[in-house]
Every structure is written in C-alpha cells, then in structure tokens.
C-alpha cells in the first residue's frame, strides 16, 4: 500500500506524518475501513523510527481518525457525515466559470516581493514591545504614516491622534454604530444590503436616502427630524458608480453642521479616478462633522484585514474604547509592515500601477458595450452599472452561461420585484478577474447581453 505521503519543508519527522496521514485522511485517499501498514514496516519505509510512526498513530487515534484494536491493525475510521444542507445551499456555493462580480480587486496584483520587503524591515526595527498587547487605536507609526499619506492622496485633515485602526471597513462601521446608540442612520437607496444589516446588528436604526444622477439626495435627509447620521460613499457611489455633485457636497456638510450630526464617509474606490486626478474626500470640507472610513481590501488585498478610521475629535475616545472591547486592538505585524510600505512610498507605486491597469480593464469592458448600452460610473472604481430593461431575463442567460454578476434588485432598501419606477441594470465588477481570462469574461457578457 503506497500511502504517497509528503512531508512539508521544515516540519518535524511525527509531526509531518500526522498532517500527512490526517490530510489524506480528509480528502479520501485513505478511506474508511482501509488498513493501515504494520508500524515497523512504514517505518522502513520512511526512514524514521518506528516510535514516531507509533505516536502518530496514537495520536490520530485519539482524534478520531483511525481506529486501532488488538489483532485487527489500524484502520482508517469512518469520519461522521457533514450535515444535510439547507435548501438553497448548494446553488449558493456553486462556483461560476466567470466572475464579474463587484466588490473585490484583481488579488494576484498583491505587491508580494514589496510587502515581504517591508514585512522583513518592519520586524527587524520592531521594539520588543510592539508583541504585547498594543494601543487600542493602533500602532503609531502606521497612523503617523497614514497621516501623511491621507493627506497628500485624499486631502483628509488626519492627526495621528484621531485615527484608529480597524480590521476593515465593517469593523469601523459597527464601532461608529455602537458609538452613535440605537441612532437613527440614513444609508443610500440602492446601497450594499450586508452594510444595513452590519448598522443593524451593531444597533441603529437605518432609513433610506436616494441616490440620483448627482449622489445621496441631502434634501431627504434636511425633511428628517429623527436622523442623526448618514452614510455616504462620496467618491464613487456603490452600485450606481455616481460621484456626489459639489452643490450636494455643501449641502450635506451644512446639514451635519446645523443638525450636529455626523457624516460616515466610506471612500470606496477613492483612489481609482480614470478621467481626471481622484476626487479630493469629503472630509477635509468638514473634519469635525465626518468620520472618514478607508481600507487597504481594494488597494492591496481583503485578506490583510487592515482599515482605518479618522475621527473628529469629540469621537476618539469613544471609538477606541468600543475597540478596545471589541477586538483589544488589530494585529500588530501588518500595521508595522504596512506603515513600511506607505513610507517606502512602495504603496504609491503599487496603487498608481493598479490604475493602470484596472484603466485598461475599464476601456475593454467599454469598447465591448460600445454605444448599445447606457453604462454608467465609469469614470472611477471598480465596477459599472450597465441598463437593462429585464434584469431577470438577463440574469437567468449569465447563469445558465456561467457568468456570476451583480444586480440593482438585490440593492434596493425595499425587497421584492423592481418597480416600474426604479432602473433595472447590471453591476458590473471589473476587478476581480485574473487577467488571463478577463478577455473571455467579456466575450460571454456581450452574448449575455445580446440574448445569446
């Protein structure tokens, strides 16, 4: 019986053998009932004694993998069944052949020589106490430099002392959320649903605010006596890719200002601007009536979990003692190594070369709908919104031809069917596949489109 067992570099010789045993446990090579060798002869046949292969054994037996009874061997047990799956669920996993959804970058862009260089210098500067439990607001330098990256990028008044570090942008919603207790929060119809119901766990009561061809509609809030915060994405709103007109940008800083009320800005894909430098952030208009909420999940990658707010000041202390019990504070390597990457100005590089090259994505994707479609937002982010006069038609085609994409529907405040007064049209995420096939993404999206 030829076990094909690997030891991965640098693991212990019992410890590889019980990863490489319960891994081929896991994926079914050993199945259950299958007998395994006697231990002096795998033994031999590793070259290792024959008292690791026993403690293994022993090992693996007391987690349940194998079973052992004197004068049958060890065998490989029966591991129990995965509970059924919910109605739904399968269809839910299923992975489609081409992904154009919103809402994530192309991550095999992720800088890794760059961030292993600063992950490298970070550690070897480290003081000793930057391992311990750290500053609930984050470590110093990745504020200091955020502080004048913020500045110089986004035009965001950003004194290390009023930022706070998060494990993203969730994270810095739920705070603020917790923070503002049980208030009433007015987020943009359409908006990403998962973002209401963060606001909702977290305990505020959210209400609708439009979204037209030039943003948020501050007028709405101005006729509303109960709200007393708004979340807004300024730079390039999410799904209908608007940026907030500068008349609506005074007028909703005048609100915050006459009702005391605070304005989250989320700046979701601010550094991204095709057509012209990228829109100044709405809180350097007014640093003391926004919460400024930015993330390194479009420049770099989700899975550094790394975010930051910027506070006005009467908000500091509350936001970072809501951390503090949350989370204690974010880990600590990443900020380090981050902060390595912004001062190196190695951030920039990267960020400036993403636009390049999500630039070119953006042009493909309008060369392909040409002029027989209305596309709207494509002057900056990640995706686009695309009109169509039958979501559902549509939606059912891109399925059966693999393609997954987002849609208005799903967007609305209000569930159900769309109204004869809402848009219809497709959310177009333009980031997330590889380049290698982004071509061929394209290509199925015109059939789809076309009714083919």
């Given at each position: 019986m030829d076990l094909h067992l690997e030891f991965g570099v640098g693991e212990g010789r019992r410890g590889g053998l019980e990863r490489a045993l319960r891994d081929a446990v896991r994926d079914g090579r050993l199945a259950p009932g299958a007998l395994l060798p006697a231990t002096r002869r795998l033994a031999e046949e590793l070259g290792v004694s024959r008292g690791t292969v026993k403690a293994a054994y022993d090992q693996l037996v007391a987690e349940g993998f194998l079973t052992a009874r004197q004068g049958a061997g060890t065998?490989?047990?029966?591991?129990?069944?995965?509970?059924?799956?919910?109605?739904?669920?399968?269809?839910?996993?299923r992975v489609p052949r081409f992904d154009l959804r919103p809402g994530s970058p192309d991550?095999?862009?992720?800088?890794?020589?760059a961030w292993l260089r600063a992950l490298r210098r970070a550690i070897a500067t480290a003081p000793s106490l930057a391992y311990?439990?750290?500053?609930?607001?984050?470590?110093?330098?990745?504020?200091?430099?955020?502080?004048?990256?913020?500045?110089?990028?986004?035009?965001?008044?950003?004194?290390?002392?009023?930022i706070v570090i998060t494990s993203g942008y969730v994270q810095g919603l739920a705070l603020l959320t917790r923070v503002l207790d049980g208030a009433t929060i007015a987020m943009e119809d359409p908006g990403?649903?998962?973002?209401?119901?963060?606001?909702r766990r977290a305990g505020g009561r959210v209400v609708p605010v439009g979204v037209d061809e030039r943003g948020a509609r501050v007028e709405e809030l101005a006729a509303s006596r109960e709200v007393s915060a708004v979340v807004v994405t300024p730079a390039h709103q999410y799904p209908t890719g608007v940026t907030l007109h500068p008349e609506r940008r005074r007028a909703l800083t005048d609100w915050a200002r006459a009702r005391d009320g605070l304005i989250v800005e989320d700046d979701y894909d601010g550094e991204f601007r095709y057509d012209r430098q990228?829109?100044?952030?709405?809180?350097?208009?007014?640093?003391?009536?926004?919460?400024?909420?930015?993330?390194?999940s479009?420049?770099?990658?989700?899975?550094?979990?790394?975010?930051?707010?910027?506070?006005?000041?009467?908000?500091?202390?509350?936001?970072a003692d809501a951390k503090l019990h949350s989370d204690h504070h974010t880990e600590t390597i990443g900020q380090l190594a981050l902060a390595e990457l912004i001062t190196s100005h190695a951030y920039d590089r990267h960020v400036r070369a993403c636009r390049l090259r999500y630039r070119r994505r953006r042009d493909r994707l309008v060369e392909l709908l040409g002029t027989r479609r209305n596309v709207r937002g494509i002057a900056a982010g990640l995706h686009a919104l695309v009109e169509v006069a039958d979501e559902a038609a549509v939606l059912a085609r891109a399925e059966e031809a693999g393609l997954a994409v987002g849609h208005l529907g799903e967007h609305w405040h209000t569930p159900g069917a769309v109204s004869g007064s809402r848009a219809q049209g497709l959310v177009v995420g333009y980031?997330?596949?590889?380049?290698?096939?982004?071509?061929?993404?394209?290509?199925?999206?015109?059939?789809?489109?076309?009714?083919?």
């Open positions: 065998q490989v047990a029966a591991l129990p069944s995965v509970d059924a799956e919910p109605p739904g669920a399968h269809a839910r996993a991550v095999g862009t992720f800088p890794a020589d311990d439990y750290g500053d609930p607001r984050g470590r110093i330098e990745l504020r200091t430099a955020l502080s004048g990256y913020l500045g110089r990028a986004r035009g965001v008044l950003a004194p290390p002392e009023r990403l649903p998962f973002h209401r119901e963060v606001v990228p829109v100044g952030a709405l809180q350097g208009m007014a640093p003391g009536q926004v919460a400024y909420i930015g993330t390194a479009k420049t770099l990658g989700p899975a550094l979990r790394l975010g930051w707010m910027v506070l006005p000041p009467h908000l500091v202390d509350a936001v980031g997330t596949p590889r380049e290698r096939v982004y071509p061929e993404a394209l290509e199925v999206l015109g059939q789809v489109l076309e009714g083919g």
